[in-house]
C-alpha cells in the first residue's frame, strides 16, 4: 500500500487527500482503491469525490457534518474518517481497469496538423509516430481543463513533445493531442496547446448522458488507426 503523503484542508468544503506527486499507475490504483471505499462507505454530508493524478478531493456539507456530529468540528470529524478508510482498505485487493477501450483515430493530414511537427522532434517518420502511438495501452487518470478531457497516461518515452508555444484560438472536438508526457483528446471545440496528431469521431462528452463525460478515471485506452501513412 502507497500511504498518503499527507491530507489538507482545502476549503471549509473540501480536504485533499495527497499521495507522492508523480504520473503513475500504482499511485492512481491506490486512489482508485479510496475512491471506490468512500463510495462503498459515504458518509453523511459527503456531495463530491474528485481524483487528479495523485490527489483524491472531497467535498462535503459541514452543516450535514455537524447535524450528524453535534459538538465536533466537522474538518476535523471528515479528516478522521478518512483516515480510517484508508487504513481499513489497505489489506483490499487494488482494482483493476474499470474498461478497456477501443478509440479509431485518422492520423495526419487535416486532422493532424502537429503529426509532422511531433515526428521531427522525436527523430520518428510520422508513420512510426502512428505505429507508436497506438501501439500502446493508455489510462484516464483524471477528468479537468473542460469537461470530458481525459489525461492519460502511458505515452512512451519517445513520443513526449512539448506543448505548442503559441496555443491555438480553435481545436475541434475529437483531436487527438500530445502535451509532455501525456496524451488526450479534446471533447469539445476550444482554444489549446497540445500537439495535434489525429482526430477521432467518437462522441466524448454529452451532457443528455449520464455521466456525460464519455471516459471515466480508471479507464484503459487504445487507439485503432483508420489509416495509414
Not at 502507497?2 to 468544503?13: A, F, G, M
Not at 458518509?43 to 469525490?49: I, K, M, R, S
Not at 465536533?72 to 471528515?78: G, I
Request: aromatic share 10%; charged share 15%; net charge negative.
Amino acid at each position: 500500500m502507497l500511504t498518503p503523503r499527507r491530507i489538507y484542508q482545502l476549503s471549509e468544503k473540501a480536504l485533499t487527500v495527497e499521495w507522492e506527486p508523480v504520473i503513475h499507475p500504482a499511485v492512481a490504483a491506490e486512489i482508485r482503491r479510496f475512491l471506490q471505499e468512500l463510495k462503498a462507505q459515504p458518509f453523511p454530508g459527503l456531495t463530491e469525490l474528485v481524483p487528479a493524478y495523485a490527489t483524491l478531493t472531497i467535498f462535503y456539507d459541514p452543516c450535514l457534518i455537524r447535524e450528524h456530529h453535534p459538538g465536533q468540528l466537522a474538518a476535523e470529524w471528515v479528516q478522521n474518517r478518512v483516515w480510517e478508510i484508508i487504513h481499513a482498505s489497505a489489506s483490499l485487493p487494488l482494482p483493476s481497469p474499470s474498461r478497456r477501450i477501443e478509440i479509431p483515430v485518422q492520423y495526419g493530414g487535416e486532422y493532424g496538423p502537429d503529426l509532422e511537427e511531433v515526428a521531427t522532434h522525436c527523430g520518428l517518420s510520422p508513420a512510426e509516430v502512428i505505429t507508436r502511438h497506438s501501439q500502446a495501452v493508455y489510462q484516464v487518470y483524471m477528468l479537468g481543463f473542460v469537461p470530458g478531457f481525459a489525461y492519460m497516461g502511458g505515452l512512451p518515452e519517445t513520443l513526449h513533445t512539448p506543448r505548442k508555444t503559441t496555443p491555438r484560438a480553435q481545436v475541434s472536438a475529437g483531436s487527438v493531442g500530445i502535451a509532455g508526457a501525456q496524451t488526450g483528446i479534446y471533447p469539445m471545440t476550444i482554444p489549446g496547446g497540445w500537439q495535434i496528431i489525429g482526430r477521432t469521431p467518437v462522441l466524448l462528452f454529452d451532457k443528455d448522458q449520464n455521466p456525460p463525460a464519455f471516459l471515466q478515471a480508471g479507464d484503459e485506452i487504445q487507439f485503432i488507426p483508420v489509416n495509414t501513412l
